[in-house]
């Protein structure tokens, strides 16, 4: 059950998340476009398996995933052997990489688009070796705690220094593929392996050493893509290819049969398997040590293929072809501030239901030690993607170079970095790798292309890609400015909290007036019951003299039956109910209610009460009832 109530909270969580998405389409269709969609009934049923695919996604990531992951890196940073560290974090980029199928699709358009000095095959692997040395030397830098902004700094002088090398054809391509690298699967995975390397090794720190390897990632992409367009344009010749047809164009829903949701979820399946081989050669073949709770791995990866899915299918049935149909309406309109502000609106929108952000925004709260909140996180990166998206398609309609504007960004990406505070740097870079996936990346495509095929004197093959790149640079600014501005508000950790409430309470007892709960003689009365008999319990307290009651669910386990407590799901069949009442009344209650329930003979229970001390938290009125 506990899985169970988990799970309602997940899928509560992400329709909440949705419903920007929601609220910008509606606007724009009804208020801009002023039209009624002929399929929105199938785009409402997309979004409602959208919401379900979503909670499913994020609990086997919960499960399964992030487990594996960090027990992995726990296991090699114990085992001493850096250099199977090192190949596993190699392997971990390159197996995911070339498989995904974004990348698929942009290599073959770079090969149109380079008239066929760029071979779509030969791309793939420069990416994919791309990913897994940028992997491999994240780790590296994790092992030796190197301070990251050294690397990511490095990494910006190399990408603008091939910039003004490479050829404008491949430049806008080059630094799309930084963003579109790092799937919704790869993420959560590489975010846990640094993190459990950063919480094992001696001397590091999870929150300033654990983040940071999506954001190499995302680098590496950008020079190793270009510095291959510089070798193609130079020394291979032109030739006749298959031309790859990129333009801004109104698709069509998805319909669903049989054999689509099998041929779906067996594509997905084929996405997951190179990291499950991976993980399982490293596992067995080289740590040659079992995964623990095997079961619930399994199914935690079963959970994120359907999840998935789920989540592609919904977004196929209707939102896709919707996003893309307002896209290129939009295009077709002289208002260009329209196409602005619908740019940011879907930039914000999308990026608030994107799952890669969301793993990476719960566990940012959980090492922060809740310092991050990760629903504010969340907001300034949206933020961020948003502005991108919008001065990405400014510059479409303006005409300038892409690599100007990027510069530029970098610079204050820089100039940030030393002065943003320590923890949030890596959480800022990586930011800029999780926003451009599942949801964001076919409608901002989408848009950049509708934009330079309808602007004159504009190419789609050149001006058209871009968008993806902004949406990458500036949730990094964003989220530094995030972490300066909580420094600045002095926001702090839920254990500082605790220990200076408790510090405060003891420093001021000598100078605070007295609080009239420390006069009042109180008993905390705790019953464990059976959940058809808590009705019972509970009028038996009040007629005893009991003003109310906190209710929770509770469950019962012999630990010496138990093989595995980690991650342990228990049936709550019990209920435990919590009493705080003046001392005076405590054993009528307890009395009443062992008589009632037959705890001491044939019943089930356990009840106990214990005096108080000290208490805070209840109001005057509570108070009142209390004595009375």
Not at 19 to 45: E, G, R
Not at 218 to 223: A, D, E, F, G, R
Request: aromatic share 10%; charged share 15%.
């Amino acid at each position: 059950m506990t899985q169970f109530y988990f799970f309602l909270r997940l899928l509560k969580e992400s329709f909440r998340d949705l419903l920007p998405i929601v609220i910008v389409i509606v606007f724009f269709q009804l208020a801009v476009i002023q039209t009624v969609p002929s399929d929105w009934i199938t785009t409402t049923i997309g979004m409602v398996i959208v919401g379900i695919g979503l909670a499913v996604f994020l609990q086997g990531l919960e499960i399964g995933i992030f487990p594996v992951g960090e027990g992995l890196a726990r296991d090699f940073a114990r085992s001493g052997s850096t250099i199977w560290i090192l190949i596993f974090g190699f392997m971990i980029g390159f197996g995911t990489t070339i498989a995904e199928p974004a990348l698929v699709v942009i290599a073959e358009k770079a090969a149109a688009i380079s008239s066929g000095r760029i071979d779509a095959n030969i791309l793939r692997y420069v990416v994919a070796f791309s990913v897994g040395f940028s992997i491999l030397l994240g780790v590296y830098r994790i092992i030796k705690g190197h301070p990251i902004h050294y690397y990511i700094i490095a990494g910006y002088i190399l990408v603008v220094g091939v910039t003004f090398l490479a050829p404008t054809e491949i430049i806008g391509l080059a630094y799309d593929l930084g963003g579109v690298t790092t799937s919704t699967v790869t993420v959560p995975l590489v975010a846990a392996l640094g993190i459990g390397l950063a919480s094992t090794i001696k001397g590091r720190n999870p929150m300033i050493d654990g983040f940071g390897l999506i954001a190499f990632a995302s680098l590496t992409p950008m020079i190793f893509v270009q510095i291959y367009g510089i070798f193609v344009y130079n020394f291979v010749e032109a030739k006749e290819v298959a031309q790859v047809v990129i333009e801004a164009k109104v698709s069509v829903s998805t319909s669903v049969t049989l054999t689509s949701v099998v041929n779906g979820i067996l594509a997905v399946v084929k996405d997951v398997l190179p990291i499950l081989a991976i993980i399982f050669f490293f596992q067995y073949g080289i740590l040659k040590k079992k995964i623990e709770n095997l079961k619930t791995v399994i199914i935690g990866f079963i959970l994120v293929i359907i999840g998935l899915y789920a989540f592609i299918l919904g977004l196929e049935m209707g939102l896709f072809a919707l996003g893309e149909s307002m896209a290129y309406q939009l295009t077709q309109m002289q208002n260009v501030w329209v196409i602005y502000a619908f740019a940011f609106a879907i930039g914000f929108s999308t990026t608030m239901a994107e799952p890669a952000l969301m793993a990476i925004a719960k566990k940012s709260k959980e090492i922060s030690d809740g310092k991050i909140n990760d629903l504010s996180l969340r907001l300034f990166v949206a933020f961020g993607v948003a502005f991108g998206i919008a001065l990405g398609a400014f510059r479409i309609v303006d005409g300038g170079h892409i690599h100007y504007y990027i510069i530029v960004g970098y610079m204050i990406v820089v100039a940030l970095t030393f002065i943003a505070p320590k923890h949030i740097i890596p959480i800022a870079y990586d930011s800029g790798g999780v926003t451009t996936s599942t949801v964001t990346v076919p409608l901002v495509a989408a848009l950049g292309i509708g934009l330079a095929t309808n602007i004159d004197g504009r190419s789609p093959l050149i001006d058209g890609f871009g968008l993806i790149a902004f949406a990458s640079l500036f949730p990094m600014i964003t989220v530094m400015l995030y972490g300066i501005i909580a420094e600045k508000l002095n926001i702090k950790s839920d254990s500082q909290i605790a220990s200076e409430e408790e510090l405060l309470g003891t420093d001021d007892m000598l100078v605070k007036a007295p609080n009239i709960l420390d006069t009042l003689n109180l008993s905390a009365l705790i019953v464990i019951v059976p959940k058809d008999r808590q009705d019972e319990a509970l009028h038996v307290a009040k007629d005893a003299g009991a003003y109310s009651a906190t209710i929770l669910n509770a469950s019962g386990v012999k630990l010496s039956e138990l093989e595995h407590i980690y991650r342990y799901t228990a049936q709550e069949k019990d209920s435990l109910l919590l009493f705080i009442v003046s001392s005076t009344v405590v054993d009528s209650i307890l009395q009443g209610i062992i008589k009632k329930l037959h705890i001491k003979t044939t019943g089930d229970g356990i009840a106990f009460s214990m005096p108080i001390s000290k208490i805070e938290g209840l109001s005057l009125k509570q108070q009142n009832n209390i004595q009375i």
